[in-house]
């Protein structure tokens, strides 16, 4: 018997605060430079980094948490039966936290005992664990920390089933997921479906992240010996091509086994040539988890935080008091640095199961790759094999516009605006799936409701946070019309952002210096700053930041910005000031803490210096290495002041080994 369920879930946590009110621009350079190794095939590189530039309007960023968990009670969805137990968050982007296989008590995935973000997501707050829906640009997905839609569903047995969906507003796609346990299923199944319904092709993603617990005798395998493996270690490449399962970046042992890498490392299998494509994570007894899919969610990935301090410390900096994890995914492209054009009307589905697998052991630890790989295809198909997908795709696919029979969960009320857009304008609706309540419509939506309705965006006062934003042409069209009959201010420094988004950067100087004639506003000429920076412009960018500055001292990410300016153009005397003259809770913050620490190792007070070091810290960046380079070049200028004399190289990395970086700020990808 199926069942589904809601109940209260408490674990410790913090919440996010309030989203970061300034817009972060997307990068010039929409496709992304990447270096490969003369071993990689030239149909390997077709649309390697298109369109996988830094990406993250309309959406802000969530960059407002610490790490001061208290308990927290969350709401999960439970899908059921005499097998499996499936627990998911449909207020943290529908994380599948938990997979539970009855019959053994065994947990398959990694599950992280805490909600921690860190900053590792498209707009910074992510959290390690479970199954990650990733769909939209190259990153930890938009929603992954965000409320998005869940209702019940009915499967082709008549058990329930759950559907997870939302409109993702930056490529202006819909997107959702019904899940089925049928009585007695040993398979979980997600059939996904992405649907554009527009006139114009977008580029797209997805990736499905599963966290499954490591260890050293955890192997992970999949149906080839080909991969795309992604040097982290400054050789002069970002891919090469090999035969698994000894790379380089493994320092020549097993790739197979995480624990074999000294360093953050990944690769992506490349099964261009089976018939059925799946991954696995097996323990020393050959058990463990198993993912399959159809064809279309081709290719395969393994990530590590790698055997060393950084790596180790991640791992806990994440999930305190969890257990090490590594990552194993599924994606359209051969890479996530591929890019992936979604045609016009286009309307894509795949199923994916995910389950429990027992296996020989020791064919799965066999010395010989192909004999480990081959062992475990031959064992899945007796399971599960590629007709038996592909009927289930068949059957999922007829059924993915089913109206759900119950909306257990409320996601975001832009998916409600877009639908009402559409209306008006007598453009192609949504798949009839996609139901958005009228109700969901928030205060930031009806902001644009009122445009869509009357014309005209409502202004409000230069004082009050802008609140979201919006990048779509169709709603600039609206809004171009708009401020030419009746211009505001913040109408205009809404138009702005589109503008700059959009490449035209004379369009935005423009929208922004009339916004300011209207009413001068902080966020208007901080984005000025922004402008100016892009155009190479410091003087002037700083001298913007000043005026928004001037307008707004009581904005934490304005003054963020403000020091980074003050830092970037050396006037680490003028930033002490600035800092000097904050709150103390602001000064408190994460992030300007850090800029105090730099602030102080240039003005040479390195007693500051070690005690801004001896804290720990929420919003370090993914690979960032700042605060470990404050450390050590705290070290080399003591040395340097006590020899009275400038350190050479070779002195340089023995201080390192001297002076190690605590674990607690120690956040490096590689070891060095």
Same mark, same amino acid.
């Given at each position: 018997?199926?069942?589904?369920?809601?109940e209260?879930?408490v674990?410790?946590?913090?919440?996010l605060?309030?989203?970061?009110?300034?817009?972060?621009?997307?990068?010039?350079?929409?496709?992304?430079?990447?270096?490969?190794?003369?071993?990689?095939?030239?149909?390997?590189q077709?649309?390697?980094?298109?369109?996988?530039?830094?990406?993250?309007?309309?959406?802000?960023?969530?960059?407002?948490?610490?790490?001061?968990?208290?308990?927290?009670?969350?709401?999960?969805?439970?899908?059921?039966?005499e097998?499996?137990?499936?627990?998911?968050?449909?207020?943290?982007?529908?994380?599948?936290?938990?997979?539970?296989?009855?019959?053994?008590?065994?947990?398959?995935?990694?599950?992280?005992?805490?909600?921690?973000?860190?900053?590792?997501?498209?707009?910074?707050?992510?959290?390690?664990?479970?199954?990650?829906?990733?769909i939209g640009?190259?990153?930890?997905?938009?929603?992954t920390?965000?409320?998005?839609?869940?209702?019940?569903?009915?499967?082709?047995?008549?058990?329930?089933?759950?559907?997870?969906?939302?409109?993702?507003?930056c490529?202006?796609?819909?997107?959702?997921?019904?899940?089925?346990?049928p009585?007695?299923?040993?398979w979980?199944?997600?059939?996904?479906?992405?649907?554009?319904?527009n006139?114009?092709?977008?580029?797209?993603?997805?990736?499905?992240?599963?966290?499954?617990?490591?260890?050293?005798?955890?192997?992970?395998?999949?149906?080839?010996?080909?991969v795309?493996?992604?040097?982290?270690?400054?050789?002069?490449?970002?891919?090469?091509?090999a035969?698994?399962p000894?790379?380089s970046?493994?320092?020549g042992?097993?790739?197979?086994?995480?624990l074999?890498?000294?360093?953050?490392?990944?690769?992506?299998?490349?099964?261009?040539?089976?018939?059925?494509?799946?991954?696995?994570?097996?323990?020393?007894?050959g058990?463990?988890?198993v993912?399959?899919?159809?064809?279309?969610?081709?290719?395969?990935?393994?990530?590590?935080?790698?055997?060393?301090q950084?790596?180790?410390?991640?791992?806990e900096f994440?999930?305190?008091?969890?257990?090490?994890?590594?990552?194993?995914?599924?994606?359209l492209?051969?890479?996530?640095?591929?890019?992936l054009?979604?045609?016009a009307?286009?309307d894509?589905?795949?199923?994916?199961?995910?389950?429990?697998?027992?296996?020989?052991a020791?064919?799965?630890?066999?010395?010989?790759?192909?004999?480990?790989?081959r062992?475990?295809?031959?064992?899945?198909?007796?399971?599960?094999?590629?007709q038996?997908?592909?009927?289930?795709?068949?059957?999922?696919?007829?059924?993915?516009?089913?109206?759900?029979?119950?909306?257990?969960?409320?996601?975001?009320?832009?998916g #409600? &605006?877009?639908?009402?857009r +559409?209306?008006?304008?007598?453009? *192609?609706?949504?798949? /009839?799936?996609? %139901?958005?309540?009228?109700?969901?419509?928030?205060?930031?939506?009806?902001?644009?409701?009122?445009?869509?309705?009357?014309?005209?965006?409502?202004?409000?006062?230069?004082?009050?946070?802008p609140?979201?934003?919006?990048?779509?042409?169709?709603?600039?069209?609206?809004?171009?019309i708009?401020?030419?009959?009746?211009?505001?201010?913040?109408?205009?420094?809404?138009?702005g952002?589109m503008?700059?988004?959009?490449?035209?950067?004379?369009?935005?100087?423009?929208a922004?210096?009339?916004?300011?004639?209207?009413k001068?506003?902080?966020?208007?000429?901080?984005?000025?700053?922004?402008?100016?920076?892009?155009?190479?412009?410091?003087?002037?960018?700083?001298a913007?930041?000043?005026?928004?500055?001037?307008?707004?001292?009581?904005?934490?990410?304005?003054?963020?910005?403000?020091?980074? #300016? &003050?830092?970037?153009?050396? +006037?680490?005397?003028?930033?002490? *000031?600035?800092?000097? /003259?904050?709150? %103390?809770?602001?000064?408190?913050?994460?992030r300007?803490?850090?800029?105090?620490?730099?602030?102080?190792?240039?003005?040479?007070?390195?007693?500051?210096?070690?005690?801004?070091?001896?804290?720990?810290?929420?919003?370090?960046?993914?690979?960032?290495?700042?605060?470990?380079?404050?450390?050590f070049?705290?070290?080399?200028?003591?040395?340097?002041?006590?020899?009275?004399?400038?350190?050479?190289?070779?002195?340089?990395?023995?201080?390192?080994?001297?002076?190690?970086?605590?674990?607690?700020?120690?956040?490096r990808?590689?070891a060095?």
């Amino acid at each position: 018997m199926t069942n589904l369920y809601t109940e209260p879930l408490v674990m410790p946590g913090v919440r996010l605060g309030d989203e970061n009110p300034l817009p972060q621009f997307r990068d010039r350079k929409t496709d992304r430079h990447v270096v490969v190794h003369e071993s990689m095939p030239k149909e390997k590189q077709h649309l390697l980094g298109w369109e996988t530039g830094f990406r993250v309007l309309p959406y802000r960023v969530q960059d407002n948490y610490t790490r001061q968990r208290a308990p927290i009670t969350y709401k999960s969805i439970v899908l059921e039966n005499e097998i499996l137990k499936a627990t998911f968050l449909p207020e943290l982007g529908g994380r599948l936290i938990s997979l539970i296989h009855k019959p053994h008590d065994r947990e398959l995935l990694c599950r992280n005992p805490v909600f921690q973000p860190a900053n590792l997501a498209i707009r910074n707050a992510w959290f390690s664990g479970g199954i990650e829906w990733n769909i939209g640009q190259v990153g930890h997905t938009f929603t992954t920390c965000s409320p998005i839609f869940a209702s019940a569903i009915t499967g082709a047995e008549g058990e329930p089933g759950l559907r997870l969906y939302e409109f993702e507003r930056c490529k202006k796609l819909f997107w959702q997921i019904d899940f089925y346990l049928p009585p007695n299923s040993p398979w979980l199944i997600a059939h996904t479906r992405i649907a554009n319904p527009n006139t114009t092709d977008t580029s797209t993603y997805w990736w499905t992240n599963i966290a499954v617990p490591e260890g050293r005798n955890v192997r992970v395998l999949a149906p080839t010996n080909k991969v795309i493996y992604t040097d982290m270690t400054g050789k002069g490449f970002d891919f090469g091509f090999a035969d698994m399962p000894n790379l380089s970046t493994f320092d020549g042992k097993d790739a197979s086994y995480s624990l074999h890498s000294g360093s953050a490392s990944e690769y992506f299998f490349q099964p261009d040539y089976v018939d059925m494509t799946w991954e696995a994570a097996l323990d020393k007894d050959g058990s463990g988890f198993v993912e399959a899919s159809t064809p279309l969610l081709r290719y395969r990935k393994l990530f590590c935080w790698g055997n060393h301090q950084g790596g180790r410390h991640w791992q806990e900096f994440l999930a305190p008091g969890g257990k090490p994890y590594i990552e194993i995914q599924g994606g359209l492209a051969p890479t996530q640095l591929h890019g992936l054009n979604m045609p016009a009307r286009a309307d894509w589905h795949w199923t994916q199961i995910f389950g429990f697998f027992q296996g020989d052991a020791e064919r799965v630890h066999a010395s010989a790759w192909e004999t480990a790989w081959r062992s475990v295809d031959s064992d899945l198909k007796s399971r599960i094999d590629a007709q038996g997908l592909s009927q289930m795709n068949e059957l999922y696919s007829e059924r993915s516009d089913i109206l759900s029979t119950e909306i257990l969960h409320q996601g975001s009320g832009w998916g #409600a &605006l877009e639908m009402e857009r +559409r209306k008006s304008r007598n453009e *192609s609706p949504a798949p /009839s799936s996609f %139901v958005f309540p009228k109700e969901s419509l928030g205060d930031e939506q009806r902001k644009w409701f009122t445009l869509l309705n009357d014309g005209s965006l409502p202004e409000q006062s230069p004082l009050e946070i802008p609140g979201d934003w919006m990048v779509q042409n169709e709603w600039r069209e609206l809004l171009e019309i708009s401020v030419s009959k009746a211009p505001n201010w913040y109408a205009l420094l809404h138009l702005g952002v589109m503008r700059l988004e959009q490449f035209d950067a004379d369009g935005a100087k423009a929208a922004w210096r009339t916004s300011i004639d209207l009413k001068p506003s902080a966020w208007a000429w901080r984005n000025l700053a922004v402008l100016a920076h892009l155009q190479s412009n410091e003087a002037e960018a700083l001298a913007c930041l000043q005026r928004a500055w001037d307008l707004n001292r009581h904005t934490l990410e304005l003054a963020q910005e403000y020091l980074q #300016a &003050l830092c970037h153009t050396r +006037r680490f005397d003028e930033a002490r *000031s600035v800092y000097d /003259s904050l709150p %103390v809770a602001m000064q408190g913050n994460d992030r300007i803490q850090i800029l105090h620490g730099r602030i102080e190792l240039e003005l040479n007070n390195l007693e500051a210096v070690e005690q801004v070091m001896a804290c720990e810290y929420a919003v370090v960046r993914e690979g960032e290495t700042e605060l470990t380079d404050i450390w050590f070049e705290m070290w080399y200028r003591r040395m340097a002041e006590a020899s009275q004399r400038t350190l050479d190289e070779n002195e340089k990395a023995e201080i390192r080994k001297l002076y190690p970086s605590p674990a607690l700020i120690d956040f490096r990808s590689i070891a060095k």
